[in-house]
């Protein structure tokens, strides 16, 4: 992989301001930068997850809103969550979502927590393709999944353990960002994966492709562009990121989307559509719910307030983590 790829796709999500939640990302170091998007953690108290079928009627509910979304973006986590109540902390990998999600809450419960944290939600978010340059997996087999870590890490049984005891006795967000950079850094030193799978200098180009394109590229222009069949850019690509070429295109697309939100262009969703390739305003609505699982109109109201702090602005430079 290569970090110069970051500052062409970098992916959005949204996150609550509520009364008792938290949010905030890190930069990794310099070794493992090209492979990880960030480190990031959240907390807050009773969180509820639910897919895009509840997702939809909660919009409109009045005693319910959404804090957070969570949405396809060709990344794969490592999720470490320590339930300080249960002392109990549960570690496990997360492929590439294609559904969003929603967390929401209660106005009257987010008021009354006062800020009291019960635990949190540690993640390494990484890169597309960085995270089979760790484990040597197909990403493909993890779409969609949520499994144990000792299920897919490399490592022995002792190694996640000592691991597990030591994210445990952490009391800070930096604290575990120099734990799991370190941890990343000797399996990059020692297992040197990259260097034997075939296809990373395909991915690199191919993705170098879609990003420049915001999505837009067909299929048929990539492979031809790469001179491979269409058939074999498939194949090559979805062990890496989880997806086929053509579904992570249309991820991109829809980020591109969100990030002219955000910019404040919602004044003419016709000329939106054209810009970023939609045959007209209903086909950008279509692709846009199914992906973000509400409106871009929906997307405009949330934008201001419930944005990632440092990941998604100006500021990404400034939270790297220094060896």
């Not at 949204?14 to 480190?39: D, F, K, M, Q, W």
């Not at 897919?152 to 960002?177: D, I």
């Not at 279509?286 to 944005?307: D, I, M």
């Amino acid at each position: 992989m290569d970090y110069r790829l970051h500052s062409l796709f970098q992916p959005l999500q949204i996150n609550g301001t509520t009364p008792g939640s938290r949010y905030v990302e890190c930069l990794p170091s310099a070794a493992v930068l090209p492979y990880v998007a960030c480190y990031w953690e959240s907390g807050t108290e009773e969180w509820t997850i639910d897919g895009l079928a509840e997702l939809n009627e909660l919009d409109v509910m009045e005693d319910v809103s959404v804090t957070a979304r969570v949405l396809p973006d060709g990344c794969s986590d490592i999720l470490i969550t320590n339930d300080l109540m249960q002392g109990e902390l549960d570690m496990s990998y997360c492929g590439n979502y294609t559904q969003p999600f929603a967390f929401y809450k209660e106005p009257s419960k987010a008021a009354a927590t006062n800020g009291t944290g019960t635990g949190y939600t540690f993640g390494v978010r990484f890169f597309p393709g960085g995270a089979r340059v760790f484990h040597g997996m197909a990403l493909d087999e993890f779409t969609d999944r949520r499994i144990p870590l000792e299920q897919c890490w490399p490592g022995t049984v002792g190694e996640l353990q000592e691991l597990r005891e030591r994210m445990q006795q952490t009391t800070s967000f930096r604290e575990r960002v120099r734990l799991i950079d370190a941890y990343l850094n000797r399996w990059l030193n020692d297992a040197l994966l990259y260097r034997r799978m075939p296809g990373s200098d395909l991915l690199k180009n191919v993705l170098h492709r879609i990003f420049t394109s915001r999505g837009q590229s067909s299929i048929k222009e990539l492979a031809t562009l790469e001179t491979v069949s269409e058939r074999q850019l498939h194949r090559s690509f979805k062990p890496w990121i989880g997806i086929s070429p053509k579904r992570f295109s249309e991820v991109v697309r829809s980020h591109q989307v969100l990030a002219c939100i955000q910019r404040g262009n919602v004044h003419d969703w016709p000329e939106i559509a054209l810009a970023y390739g939609y045959f007209d305003q209903a086909h950008l609505i279509r692709h846009f719910r199914a992906w973000y699982g509400a409106t871009p109109g929906v997307a405009a109201q949330e934008h201001q307030q419930k944005l990632s702090v440092m990941y998604n602005t100006s500021r990404i430079s400034s939270g790297r983590l220094r060896s």
